[in-house]
């Protein structure tokens, strides 16, 4: 069975850096993306990063551009968001997703472009 498993949420000041992880198990596909997207309350989720497994291309959103950085491991198949300088307005439940067709260079940040979900970890920053 493909997983997904997002950890690393908490609770940080405005301004402070946390680092999430996404360990992939059991992908049978050997090009694939792994994407970042959050939800806050009362709001749509956005796909907020995303990064290839087969050339390390990474893709942004605005809204974290110059603050989060995604990476990958992949002997460890395990993708990291680094974010860095956070806002009260990053507080969400933070979910990595599988595109296993690796579509997200043509298609962008979108929901429908992965195909596979993790859990999510909740980050929640006080201003």
């Known amino acids: 069975d493909v997983q997904l498993q997002a950890t690393g949420g908490g609770l940080v000041q405005a301004g402070g850096s946390l680092t999430l992880s996404c360990v992939v198990s059991?992908?049978?596909?050997?090009?694939?993306?792994i994407g970042w997207f959050r939800q806050a309350p009362r709001k749509d989720r956005e796909g907020i990063s995303a990064?290839?497994?087969?050339?390390?291309?990474?893709h942004y959103a605005d809204s974290v551009k110059g603050r989060f950085t995604i990476s990958s491991d992949n002997a460890k198949n395990t993708v990291y968001l680094q974010m860095n300088s956070l806002k009260p307005e990053d507080t969400a439940v933070y979910y990595c997703?599988?595109?296993?067709?690796?579509?997200?260079?043509?298609?962008?940040?979108?929901?429908?472009?992965?195909?596979?979900w993790g859990q999510g970890t909740l980050v929640t920053v006080s201003s």
């Open positions: 059991g992908f049978p596909f050997e090009d694939y993306a």
């Open positions: 997703a599988a595109d296993s067709s690796n579509s997200v260079a043509a298609a962008g940040l979108n929901e429908w472009v992965f195909d596979y």
């Open positions: 990064i290839s497994r087969s050339d390390g291309r990474t």
